[in-house]
């Protein structure tokens, strides 16, 4: 009987699932979106939330609570460019949620052994469509000018 066990072990030992814990929360934060199993993406998402919740209460101002910060931030993230994009570009991005940073997207099964799949992503991702619609918008500008001139 399961009574009273509340975490989910994922049929793997504590090392490696601190260790799959950090890894996914590196990919993810470089990426902001990836594929993995279902029972992975549901396991993970709540260690990922405390992280970005981490990551926007850091205060310019305070240098020690910064530091200290980051110094958690080294113990559940791999690598310092994933901390460096954390503290700032997805803590500021997130700076007016209160939670609920990422979701969750069911792919189908995986064709080698049937696992469900499941895409995790950030809620807010950074979309290069308002970029293209400026570059855009300047292309037009400059061929209506263009053709205004050939007439």
Do not use: C, W
Not at 39 to 44: E, G, L, P
């Amino acid at each position: 009987m399961r009574h009273r066990i509340a975490k989910r072990t994922l049929n793997a030992d504590s090392e490696h699932r601190r260790a799959v814990i950090k890894n996914l929360s590196t990919e993810l934060i470089n990426h902001e979106k990836i594929e993995t199993t279902l029972a992975k993406a549901k396991f993970f998402r709540p260690y990922l939330e405390k992280l970005i919740t981490k990551a926007k209460s850091t205060d310019k101002s305070n240098k020690l609570e910064t530091f200290n910060t980051l110094k958690y931030l080294r113990t559940k993230i791999n690598s310092e460019e994933a901390i460096k994009k954390l503290v700032n570009d997805l803590g500021p991005r997130f700076s007016n949620r209160k939670g609920g940073y990422t979701r969750i997207v069911r792919i189908g099964n995986r064709g080698g052994d049937n696992a469900m799949m499941a895409r995790i992503e950030l809620v807010e991702l950074k979309t290069k469509k308002t970029e293209d619609k400026s570059k855009l918008k300047s292309k037009t500008a400059k061929a209506k000018g263009k053709q205004d001139e050939q007439k």
